[in-house]
């Protein structure tokens, strides 16, 4: 695990635009959850191709947690742990449809929108898919 500034995290490139900003209203009830029993999923990150910079793979919300604190004046939030992987870009376009599908928060387009991307950037078939 690695302690890392919010603020060297950006999202993963395979992430909806539409899901990039977490409502308010939900960035504010999961802050309070971390805050009152901690980080209970440690989000998992790989290098950028920048310098010093990470992508998120898992755990955009919990990130959108930790900055909604900072901007309510919490102290103590201006890091986050997390797990920090090699991930290729596969790897991190599986993380999303992973994720969304277990959570099934992305509409019908927005599914469309990432299993149209994975398909032209990886070069594989529906059924490979």
Do not use: C
Not at 70 to 78: A, D, L, M, N, R
Request: aromatic content about 8%; overall charge negative.
């Amino acid at each position: 695990m690695k302690i890392v500034d919010i603020e060297l995290i950006d999202a993963n490139p395979y992430q909806p635009e539409s899901r990039r900003e977490v409502p308010e209203a939900e960035a504010q009830a999961l802050a309070k959850s971390i805050q009152e029993v901690g980080m209970i999923h440690t989000p998992v990150v790989r290098p950028s191709k920048s310098d010093s910079r990470y992508e998120m793979a898992d755990g955009w919300r919990r990130l959108a947690a930790y900055r909604w604190l900072v901007k309510s004046g919490e102290k103590g939030f201006t890091a986050i742990p997390v797990e920090v992987r090699e991930l290729d870009d596969r790897m991190m376009a599986d993380t999303v449809i992973h994720s969304s599908y277990f959570r099934k928060d992305l509409n019908p387009i927005q599914q469309a929108q990432v299993f149209e991307k994975y398909l032209e950037d990886f070069k594989v078939t529906q059924e490979e898919l």
